[in-house]
């Protein structure tokens, strides 16, 4: 079965970190861009983050630029998602894709309708 399991969410509060995990079976991903998105209830969903396939482009949302990094680990065939200095307005609901053919700059700011595979999320809240 192909599919992306995120994990790794959970509460924590303003000035905290979290690490989320994307892993994938079914498929390899090592061939695929992959990129990090959230959406917050009552917002569209934005690009967060994303990897290119072996160059090391990687790109950031300006909301989480010197806060969140993203890598992936192919030999475990995983995206990660390091997010430090957690602010509120970071709650929401993160999904991982993958997809092929595209920049790290053009997935993270597409709708996504396209991409070959989603995660079904992972909520994360940051509160006090």
């Known amino acids: 079965q192909v599919q992306l399991v995120e994990s790794g969410g959970g509460l924590v509060q303003p000035g905290g970190s979290l690490r989320l995990s994307c892993a994938a079976s079914?498929?390899?991903?090592?061939?695929?861009?992959l990129g990090w998105f959230r959406q917050a209830p009552g917002k569209e969903r934005e690009g967060v983050s994303c990897i290119g396939v072996s160059d090391g482009n990687t790109y950031y949302a300006g909301s989480v630029k010197g806060r969140f990094t993203i890598s992936r680990d192919n030999a475990k065939n995983t995206v990660y998602l390091h997010m430090n200095s957690l602010k509120p307005e970071d709650t929401a609901v993160y999904s991982c894709?993958?997809?092929?053919?595209?920049?790290?700059?053009?997935?993270?700011?597409?709708?996504?309708?396209?991409?070959?595979?989603w995660g079904q999320g992972a909520q994360v809240t940051v509160s006090s």
């Open positions: 894709a993958a997809t092929a053919g595209i920049t790290v700059q053009a997935m993270c700011t597409s709708p996504g309708y396209e991409f070959y595979n």
């Open positions: 079914g498929f390899t991903l090592d061939y695929y861009v």
